[in-house]
């Protein structure tokens, strides 16, 4: 699925909600809820306050930190009152989710420091999954949520992660869960929003293995497109990280980003990496934007902000792009970004930024 959305919060809460119906008439907190130390009933009320806040951090933009409150059920409130509360609080989130528009942005610590609608939809959706299955393992309940909801949240959330044959097993495991032939034991995780760069007339948003796989089949990606974009190359390219993703050696930072214009939240281009730096510390960069939006400064500019962030500087890291000597225009966006050549032969120019 191209996007996560309210209904799919729905349908994660439903599924949940309706699984541990079967067993309001046990006491949750004798029972301790999977590998957890919480009992189910502790579990079931911290499911209730995920969705809770981030609803909160949407429909409050917060952007430097979680909007301070938390949620409290009422004393002698019985395990049927907590589903309610689960249900109410979920349909908080997918309508914070509906009304929340595209470019939205707000806090969440891991590991970018923000997360978008589809983000905390994710978030949402997976932590439903994940804590209902730990309640239904200590109250010895078969939980299996739908396959194709698992496949969407690792392709949005484990980028990192290869996925399986079973999503929802792939997904367990990602989560330290459960145990998966040929993987090593999971002990800590965190999943992986994207990450978007500021520039100063653009964002630099990570593209999803699931955006990377409909831009590859010839569909938008889940951006808005200016006119004639989007370009080839970045079809290409999302087909580049969908393979690496699927071989799970996908590196999210080191990732393809969509151009996007901050005044109309128009697509016009995109740039990224062809993968990790190798052994000798070196990351080729490539690039390139719809034809309505070329002469404007954007790659120069987008290209200034992806060099100077961070982690592509990190430990002496080497920036190389290779360019077709007759693509004068791109030799002068690289030269205008501070890239040096530093190599020739008689197709390409090689250039390169350092330290």
Known sequence: MLTLGGEQVEEAVAGAVALLRTATDRDWTAVRAGRLDWDCRRTAEHIASDLIAYAGQLAGRATRA??????TLDDG?????????IETTGALLAAAVRTTPREVRAFHPYPFRSADREGFAAMGIT???????????????????????????????????RPGPDPWRTLLWATGRDDLP?????????????????????????VTPASAADLAAGGDGGFAWVDSGPYQGTRDAAGMLLKAYEAGTHRPEWGVFVLVR???GRAVGAMGFHGPPDEEGRAEIGYDLAEDARGMGYATEALRALSAWSPARRDGTVLRAKIDRA???????????????????EDLLTYELRD
């Open 66 to 71: 979680y909007v301070p409150f938390e949620i």
């Open 127 to 161: 932590e439903v999954l994940v804590h209902t299955h730990d309640i239904a393992e200590g109250l010895g309940l078969a939980h299996e949520p739908p396959a194709g909801l698992c496949a969407d949240v690792l392709a949005r959330l484990f980028p990192h992660v």
């Open 182 to 206: 040929g993987r090593p034991a999971v002990t800590e995780w965190r999943w992986r929003n994207n990450l978007v760069i500021d520039a100063e007339r653009l964002t630099l948003q990570g």
């Open 262 to 264: 901050s005044e109309d």
């Open 77 to 85: 409130t019985d395990n049927e009152g907590c589903l309610h509360v």
């Open 327 to 345: 693509n004068l225009r791109s030799q002068a966006v690289v030269t205008r970004a501070g890239y040096r050549l530093v190599a020739e032969d």
